[in-house]
Each structure stands twice: as C-alpha cells, then as structure tokens.
C-alpha cells in the first residue's frame, strides 16, 4: 500500500517549505516549535497540517510527527529509507548501531522520541547530512505496527546490507593480496 493522493499533497507541502532558494523559515520554524510535543500541544503547527488531515482522525499523530522531523532536517533524497541513511552513520561510534536497533524496536507510542533522535543524528552528519525520503518514512509510519514488521525488516535490510557487502569485498581482496 502506498500514500494516497491527500499524503503525497502533504508531503509535497512540506516539500515546497525548504525549495531552495525559497524556504520559507518561519513555516520550518513553526514546525520545529513541535518536537517533543503531543499534537494538542502544536498550536504553531496546526496551519501547516491541519489542511491535509483526513476526515477520519485514527492517523493524526503520523502527521504531526512527520512535519515536525522535517522542519528539523528540511532535506529529502528520494529513494532513501531511513535505514539507508542511517547506514552511513553506522561506522561513526559503536553506539550507532545500538540506537538504530532501539529503534526497530520502538513500540509505536514511543517512536517519535527514537525518531527525532536518529534525524538530528542524520542532520548533524559529517561530513554531510544524510537526507532521507519524507514520503517512504510518512509511509512507513503508516504501517509500523503492522504485525508481520514489514518496515523494520526492511530498514534492517538498509541498513544492515552494504556492510555484508563491503566487508566481503575487503576480505576477498585482503585474501587475494595473501596469494
């Protein structure tokens, strides 16, 4: 399943806060003002989700959190899943791995703190940030609690798969200049 028209709307919206050239700081800085918060508590943030809401309010929260990650990492790779980003972090310290596994398993209800977290991580990277795709996360939050844990296997692929890769490369060439 993927995002309905309305989503896509939003996401775009979001999208076209942080054009290059054209931000537009005080929408960004709205949606900043709402990390940590409940939904209830955003009053700076409701201009900017409010309008894409659907009717029926069992997803609000998703919003909410989607908007106020962006406004704190306003950059987007498309393509990119969070455990794709996050994967080139991973070499940074040893505590890398540890936060992205809390995060895999994070209980819905506790996720935005592990999110908002990993996203400062990935916006403070060096030498560059690493963006991400806000449509494939607004998706994926959609679905975390599905019970088969489609999402988290797949950030688990991400971030897990060009270290098998690498490390098998370094190997067969360690073991080539051996022979």
């Not at 979001?14 to 709402?34: F, H, M, N, V």
């Not at 409940?38 to 943030?45: F, S, T």
């Not at 969070?82 to 991973?90: E, I, K, P, S, T």
């Not at 692929?157 to 370094?170: I, K, M």
């Amino acid at each position: 399943m993927s995002l309905d028209e309305g989503q896509k709307r939003f996401i775009g919206y979001l999208l076209g806060l942080a054009k290059e050239g054209q931000e537009d700081r005080g929408a960004l800085a709205d949606l900043r003002s709402g990390l940590g918060k409940q939904p209830g508590e955003m009053a700076r943030v409701h201009k900017h989700v409010v309008p894409f809401l659907p009717e029926t309010c069992y997803k609000d929260r998703w919003y909410y959190i989607i908007a106020t990650l962006f406004g704190s990492f306003p950059q987007h790779r498309a393509n990119r899943s969070l455990g794709a980003a996050f994967q080139r972090l991973r070499d940074k310290s040893d505590s890398m791995e540890a936060r992205f596994v809390a995060l895999l398993n994070a209980h819905a209800d506790d996720l935005d703190d592990h999110l908002r977290h990993i996203v400062r991580l990935l916006e403070s990277a060096k030498p560059q940030p690493q963006p991400l795709d806000w449509f494939q996360l607004f998706e994926d939050l959609l679905h975390w609690d599905r019970q088969e844990g489609h999402v988290q296997l797949r950030w688990a692929r991400d971030f897990y798969r060009n270290s098998n890769q690498s490390d098998s490369t370094s190997e067969h060439k360690e073991m080539i200049s051996h022979e």
